[in-house]
C-alpha cells in the first residue's frame, strides 16, 4: 500500500513540475525605482511597462519611495541583493542616493537615472530633459513676458535633486540678460502643491508687489495660484510651471497659468536603452530630451493631442488586457486537461482509500466519543464560571450606580458653599480699596470656583439624564446668530494661544431658524470648544462649521468643530463618549464634558460622530433636526447659572496648557534675594505662588518638566518648587533630570503634588527630591520649607576649605566631581594670570552665570574669589619654603602686578610679604 500512494504522490509531482516548467521564465528582470508619487511619473511607468510589452520575456518591478530618501535606499539595497538585471533610478536627492547607487554600479548592475542625475559619474546611460536649459527659456520666457521688467517669485522643488538646483541656475543665468526683473524671493516647496500654496501664503503677505510666480512644476504653480486667488490677487500675477502633463494644459488652456514648458516623460526612450544595454547593443550614454513651450496659443491642441494619446493608450492596455485574457483561457484549458488526467489516474486509487477510510472512521468515532465527554465537562465547567461573572458584573453594577449616586449627592451638597464662596468674592472684588496682590488673589478663587461649579453642574446633569429626568425646554430661535454670540467668549482664548479661530456657515442665515433647546445647544457648543481649545497648540486653527442638510427626509442642522490639535488614536476614538474617560492622566479634565455633549444630543434625537488621527487633528460632527415636537415655552434670557458654566467651560479649557510658553520677561538677578524657579502646568498656581514669593525672591515660572530643567541650566536657582502631575515632562523625570546635571545637580528640589500615597512619595524621593508638600498647601508652609532649603544648602557650603585644604563634606556624587575637578584646574592654572571666570566655565563646560551661581551657592564665595585664595595661600607657602622673591612669587602664583598682591595678601593674611619675611627671617 505505501508503494501505491508514494507512486500517486510522485504522479502528482511530476504533473505539476510539468505545468510549471511549461511557464517561461523572464529573461530579464529590470527593477524602477521612482522617488516619488505623481502624475507625471504615472505617465513615465505606463510608458515603461506599455514599451516593455515589446520585448517578450522581460519583467518589470516598479518601486516607490514616496520622497523618502532612506526608503529608496532601502529598495536598492534589496534589488542588489535580488541581483536584477538593470536598475532604472530617479534619485529623491543626489547627495543622499549618489553612495548607493554606486553601490550598484560597482556590483555590476547597469544603472540608467532618469530625470535626475547623482554626484558621480558611476551610471550606465542618463534619458531625461536638460533642465538647466528648461530653466534658461523659463528665464527667457519670464523676461520676454514682463517685457524686461518686474518683480517675480521662484518656488523650487527639492533643493537637493538635481533638477531643482540646474532650473534655478538655468533661470538665473538667463536673467541676466534682463537686470530689472528682480527675483525677489526663491523658496523650497518639495515639488509638492498644498506645501506651495503655504509658502504663496506667506510669500504674498510679505511681497505686496508680484509680477510674475515661476514654479519648478505645474503641480507648486497651480497650489501657488490658488493661494493667490484666495487673497484676491491672482489677477495681478502670471504663473508659470513646468511638466505639462494634464493638469498642468488644461491650466494653461484654462488661463490659471500663464504657461508651462514641456517636461518629457520619455519612458518609451527608457526601456529602449535598457534593452539596447541588456542585448549588447550600442546605445548613447547621455539621451536629452526635447522640451517647448506651451502657452495660451498652443494649449488648445495640445489638450487634443493628450486626448488623442490618452485613447490610444487605452486602447492599448484594452488590447493587452485581451491577450492576458486569452492567455488565461488557454492556460485553464491547459489545466483543465491535466485535471482530468490526473481525475483518472485517482480514480483506480479511490477504491482503496474509500475502504481504508472506513477503517479510520471506526477508529475516530471512539476517540471522538471519547473527547466529546471531556468536552461536555468543560463546557459545563464554562457555565458554571460566566453565571458567577454574570453575578459578579450584577453587583459592580450595582455598587457603581451606588457609588454614582453617593457622587452626585455629595456634588449637590457641594452647590450650597461653593454659591455662598463664589457671590462674597464678587461683591468683595467689586471694592475699590482692594490692594493688587489681593485683587489678583480673589481672581483665582473666583475663577476655579466657576470652574468648579460647572464640574458639579455637568454631574447633576449626567445623573438626571441616566434616570430620564433630563427634558427639552424648546424654543424658537436662529442657530447661527445664536453660535455667533455663544463663541464670542473664545476670541480672547484664541488670542492667548495664537490659535485661528473662526464661525463660519455655509448659505443665508434666514435658513438657520429651528426649534430646540437653545441652553443645551449652548452647553453643546461650548463643550466641544473647551475640548478643542485644550488640545490645540499654539498656532493652530479651531473652525465651526454650519451647513443645513437633509437626512432621513427631515432637515437638519450640521455643526462641525474641527481643530487642528494633537488628536486621537482608534482607541481612544471609541471610547470618548464615554462618562469619566479621559485619554492619560496628563491632561485636565473630568471626562464628563463630551458624555454630557452625546446625552443633550440623543435628547434632541440626532447624531454625534467624532473623526480625529494622531497628530492630524480632530473634528465632531454633530447632527440636529431643524424642528423638535413639543410645546415651545419662547427664548429664556440667559441666568447667571448658564454664564457661570460658560465662564467655567472657558476657563477649563484655558487651563490646558500643554506646550504652550511664554518665555519669562524682566528676571533681574538680585544679590540681596535668592532665586526660585516654579513648575506646574497650571497657571493659576504658578500665578498663586509667585505673588507668595515675589517679596522676598526672585521667581522664575516653567509651565512643564521640560522647560523647567531648560529654565534651570540657564538661571541655576537656589530652590525648586514643581508639581508632580504635568504634561512633556512629569515631575519625577524632572527632578531626576536635575540631579544628573553638573550645573543643576546641586539646588534642592521641593515637590507639590495632589497625590499624597506613599509609593508616590518614595518615588519622588528616590529621585532625589529635597521635600514634599501635598496639595492643597498652607502658604506659611510653603514659605518655611524653601527657607529651610535654602538655609541647609547654606551651612553645605564648605567648598572653599576643600579648595584651600580644608577638611572634606557629604556631597551628592555629581558635586563631588565638580568640587575635585574645580580644585584641580585652579590648582593647574592659577599661574596663568590671564585666567578668567570664562575660562573656568568653558573647562568645566558652564557658562559665566551658571558657574558663578553654582559656586557661590556650594560655597558662599564667587569664582574669582576662590581663585585669588588660592593664589594667596600657594604664595604664603612659597614664602614660607623658598628663597624666591616677592616678585618671583607673585608671576608665579599668577598675580599681574606685585603692589596688587601686596595688598590682596595684607586684606587676608593681616600682614604684608615682606613683614612675613621678616618675621620669618628673625628680624622682628
Request: with cysteine; hydrophobic share 40%.
Amino acid at each position: 500500500m505505501k508503494r501505491l500512494v508514494c507512486a500517486w504522490i510522485g504522479g502528482f509531482c511530476l504533473l505539476f513540475l510539468s505545468v510549471a516548467c511549461s511557464r517561461k521564465e523572464a529573461d530579464y528582470t529590470i527593477a524602477v525605482s521612482q522617488c516619488s508619487e505623481d502624475d507625471w511619473r504615472a505617465q513615465m511607468n505606463k510608458e515603461i511597462l506599455r514599451e516593455a510589452l515589446f520585448y517578450p520575456g522581460v519583467n518589470i518591478e516598479v518601486y516607490q519611495a514616496h520622497d523618502d530618501n532612506v526608503r529608496q535606499i532601502q529598495d536598492i539595497e534589496s534589488l542588489i541583493k535580488k541581483k536584477v538585471d538593470l536598475l532604472i533610478v530617479a534619485p529623491n536627492e543626489a547627495e543622499a542616493i549618489t553612495p548607493v547607487i554606486e553601490k550598484v554600479y560597482d556590483a555590476g548592475i547597469p544603472v540608467i537615472l532618469v530625470d535626475r542625475k547623482i554626484n558621480s559619474e558611476k551610471y550606465t546611460a542618463y534619458v531625461g530633459a536638460d533642465n538647466y536649459e528648461i530653466g534658461r527659456r523659463a528665464g527667457e520666457y519670464i523676461a520676454d513676458r514682463l517685457k524686461g521688467k518686474g518683480r517675480v517669485i521662484e518656488i523650487a522643488g527639492l533643493k537637493g535633486s538635481t533638477p531643482a538646483v540646474e532650473r534655478h541656475r538655468g533661470m538665473v543665468e538667463a536673467l541676466k540678460a534682463a537686470p530689472d526683473v528682480q527675483v525677489i524671493a526663491s523658496v523650497e516647496a518639495g515639488w509638492f502643491q498644498q506645501k506651495a500654496g503655504e509658502v504663496m501664503d506667506s510669500l504674498l503677505d510679505v511681497y505686496p508687489q508680484v509680477d510674475l510666480v515661476f514654479a519648478q512644476n505645474d503641480r507648486m504653480a497651480i497650489g501657488a495660484y490658488e493661494k493667490a486667488r484666495q487673497k484676491k490677487r491672482a489677477g495681478q500675477i502670471a504663473f508659470v510651471g513646468v511638466d505639462a502633463v494634464t493638469d498642468g494644459v488644461e491650466s494653461v488652456a484654462g488661463g490659471r497659468l500663464d504657461a508651462t514648458f514641456i517636461y518629457p516623460t520619455g519612458g518609451d526612450k527608457v526601456m529602449q536603452v535598457a534593452m539596447a544595454i541588456l542585448r549588447g547593443e550600442p546605445y548613447q550614454r547621455e539621451n536629452i530630451l526635447s522640451t517647448a513651450l506651451v502657452n495660451r496659443a498652443n494649449a488648445r491642441v495640445m489638450q487634443m493631442q493628450m486626448k488623442h494619446i490618452l485613447t490610444l493608450d487605452q486602447k492599448i492596455e484594452l488590447l493587452n488586457r485581451q491577450l492576458d485574457d486569452y492567455f488565461l483561457r488557454y492556460s485553464a484549458q491547459k489545466m483543465f486537461l491535466y485535471a482530468c488526467v490526473v481525475i483518472l489516474v485517482l480514480a483506480g486509487f479511490l477504491f482503496f482509500f474509500l475502504v481504508r477510510a472506513f477503517w479510520v472512521k471506526n477508529r475516530l468515532n471512539t476517540e471522538l466519543s471519547s473527547q466529546k465527554q471531556q468536552l461536555e465537562q468543560q463546557r459545563d465547567q464554562l457555565q458554571a464560571q460566566r453565571d458567577q461573572l454574570i453575578v459578579l458584573s450584577r453587583q459592580l453594577e450595582e455598587a457603581t450606580h451606588a457609588k454614582l449616586a453617593f457622587f452626585t449627592s455629595v456634588s449637590h451638597d457641594f452647590r450650597t458653599p461653593l454659591t455662598l464662596i463664589a457671590d462674597p468674592i464678587n461683591q468683595l472684588l467689586e471694592e475699590k480699596h482692594l490692594g493688587e496682590r489681593e485683587r489678583n488673589m480673589l481672581e483665582i478663587v473666583r475663577k476655579n470656583v466657576a470652574v468648579l461649579l460647572r464640574l458639579i453642574t455637568q454631574i447633576l446633569d449626567f445623573q438626571k439624564y441616566e434616570h430620564g429626568k433630563l427634558a427639552l425646554r424648546l424654543s424658537e430661535f436662529n442657530a447661527l446668530e445664536c453660535i455667533k454670540d455663544w463663541t464670542e467668549a473664545f476670541h480672547t482664548l484664541a488670542f492667548r494661544k495664537h490659535i485661528q479661530f473662526e464661525v463660519k456657515a455655509e448659505g443665508d442665515v434666514a435658513q438657520y431658524v429651528m426649534v430646540a433647546d437653545a441652553e443645551k445647544i449652548e452647553r453643546i457648543t461650548y463643550n466641544l470648544l473647551s475640548n478643542a481649545f485644550k488640545f490645540t497648540l499654539e498656532k493652530g486653527e479651531i473652525k465651526v462649521v454650519l451647513s443645513r442638510i437633509e437626512q432621513n427626509n427631515q432637515a437638519c442642522i450640521c455643526m462641525e468643530v474641527r481643530d487642528t490639535g494633537i488628536g486621537m488614536s482608534e482607541e481612544h476614538i471609541h471610547h470618548v463618549f464615554e462618562h469619566f474617560y479621559q485619554i492619560d492622566v496628563q491632561h485636565t479634565g473630568s471626562g464628563l464634558g463630551l458624555a454630557l455633549v452625546e446625552a443633550f444630543v440623543n435628547l434632541h434625537r440626532g447624531t454625534v460622530q467624532v473623526e480625529s488621527g494622531k497628530g492630524k487633528g480632530t473634528c465632531f460632527r454633530v447632527i440636529l433636526p431643524m424642528k423638535q415636537e413639543g410645546e415651545v415655552k419662547g427664548l429664556t434670557e440667559k441666568n447667571e447659572a448658564l454664564e457661570i458654566l460658560q465662564e467655567g467651560a472657558v476657563l477649563d479649557a484655558g487651563q490646558e496648557t500643554l506646550h504652550q510658553w511664554t518665555e519669562n520677561t524682566g528676571v533681574e538677578e538680585s544679590a540681596d534675594k535668592e532665586m526660585v524657579l516654579v513648575i506646574d502646568d497650571n497657571q493659576d498656581v504658578r500665578d498663586y505662588v509667585k505673588m507668595l514669593l515675589q517679596d522676598k525672591y526672585v521667581v522664575v515660572e516653567a509651565v512643564n518638566g521640560l522647560e523647567g530643567v531648560k529654565q534651570a541650566m540657564k538661571y541655576v536657582p537656589d530652590v525648586v518648587v514643581c508639581d508632580v502631575m504635568m504634561p512633556v515632562m512629569d515631575g519625577i523625570a524632572c527632578c531626576k533630570r536635575l540631579k544628573s546635571e553638573l550645573q543643576t545637580s546641586h539646588i534642592p528640589v521641593l515637590m507639590l503634588t495632589a497625590y499624597a500615597m506613599d509609593e508616590q512619595r518614595i518615588q519622588g524621593y528616590d529621585s532625589g527630591a529635597d521635600a514634599y508638600l501635598t496639595k492643597p498647601f498652607n502658604a506659611k508652609l510653603l514659605m518655611t520649607r524653601i527657607r529651610n532649603l535654602i538655609d541647609n544648602r547654606k551651612r553645605l557650603k564648605s567648598l572653599a576649605e576643600d579648595v584651600t585644604g580644608g577638611g572634606k563634606q557629604s556631597l551628592g556624587e555629581v558635586d563631588k566631581g565638580f568640587v575635585e575637578k574645580l580644585k584641580t584646574l585652579i590648582d593647574e592654572k592659577m599661574g596663568d594670570s590671564e585666567l578668567s571666570v570664562e575660562d573656568l566655565g568653558a573647562e568645566l563646560g558652564l557658562g559665566r552665570v551658571q558657574l558663578y551661581r553654582k559656586t557661590k551657592s556650594l560655597t558662599g564665595y564667587a569664582p574669582n574669589e576662590l581663585l585669588r585664595i588660592a593664589r594667596l595661600k600657594k604664595a604664603a607657602s612659597l614664602l614660607a619654603s623658598s628663597e624666591k622673591t616677592v616678585a618671583e612669587i607673585t608671576y608665579e602664583v599668577g598675580f599681574s602686578s606685585p603692589s596688587y598682591f601686596t595688598r590682596c595678601y595684607k586684606d587676608y593674611f593681616g600682614e604684608s610679604p615682606s613683614e612675613f619675611l621678616k618675621r620669618r627671617d628673625g628680624k622682628n
